[in-house]
């Protein structure tokens, strides 16, 4: 039982952390799910995804086990259709064949920004109203993570984060989050969860700016701009390779 659970905590990570951006571009019909039941899209499922109960299936109408359903997922070439009963229950999953229609969110920013890339310019006010211009950091490492509040990996990093802005808050360091949610959420959920970075509300425009459709996405410039680091989704070793990033540019 325990190894069960194990399996599904790593399926639900791997979906919170690949899908957060997917759209599907049609609506395929299934003979095996029930018609009664609603197909949702990831970003409808809230901050939880219980698959206890949930009948697991390829497109093709294969029962689907835990185990192969993570070497799906982790392997990019299935995406996940969640159908929904009456109870808002999570009945069944189809992994669906991985196309260009319907993942338009698979691919990573990586492909685009890369070490050693100058960040272009931009500005944008923090929820204090104050404006944030990258150009203006010249001199200074910037440290940039791009999130949103109902992405879970994006909650579960804060904390690692956090102790980064503390160790370095008497250096040359600015620490600056790009949310995709406006103020007034932010600042809720601010209440619950403190996120110590400096923060951007309704940063949209940059994230497509730098096209980055992966959450969470950290970076480190340098006192010029460029990029010394970049990573993309959930890590535990995404806070000590900032943190290593950081120590090397200020030294």
């Given at each position: ?79 996940p259709a969640f159908y ?64 949103f509040v109902g992405c ?68 480190v410039l340098d006192q ?28």
């Amino acid at each position: 039982m325990t190894g069960i659970k194990t399996l599904l905590s790593c399926l639900i990570i791997l979906i919170q952390l690949s899908f957060a951006s997917l759209s599907y571009a049609q609506t395929p019909s299934y003979d095996f799910i029930d018609k009664s039941l609603k197909r949702k899209h990831i970003s409808e499922m809230g901050k939880s995804i219980a698959l206890q109960n949930a009948a697991l299936w390829l497109h093709n109408g294969k029962e689907v086990a835990i185990e192969d359903a993570i070497q799906y997922f982790e392997k990019g070439t299935y995406m996940p259709a969640f159908y929904i009963g009456d109870d808002e229950e999570i009945a069944a999953v189809v992994f669906e064949k991985a196309t260009a229609a319907n993942s338009p969110g698979r691919q990573a920013p990586s492909s685009t920004l890369k070490v050693g890339d100058q960040l272009d310019n931009f500005t944008i006010p923090d929820l204090g109203g104050e404006r944030f211009t990258l150009s203006e950091m010249k001199g200074k490492v910037v440290v940039l993570n791009f999130w949103f509040v109902g992405c879970g990996p994006c909650r579960m990093e804060i904390p690692h984060l956090n102790e980064l802005v503390e160790k370095y808050e008497s250096e040359d360091v600015i620490f600056m989050a790009v949310a995709l949610d406006g103020a007034s959420n932010i600042k809720k959920f601010l209440k619950k969860k403190p996120f110590t970075y400096r923060i951007a509300p309704e940063g949209s425009s940059i994230a497509r700016m730098f096209n980055i459709t992966y959450y969470p996405t950290n970076m480190v410039l340098d006192q010029n701009g460029k990029i010394a680091y970049v990573s993309t989704g959930y890590s535990t070793a995404v806070p000590p390779a900032i943190d290593r990033e950081i120590t090397k540019l200020i030294k």
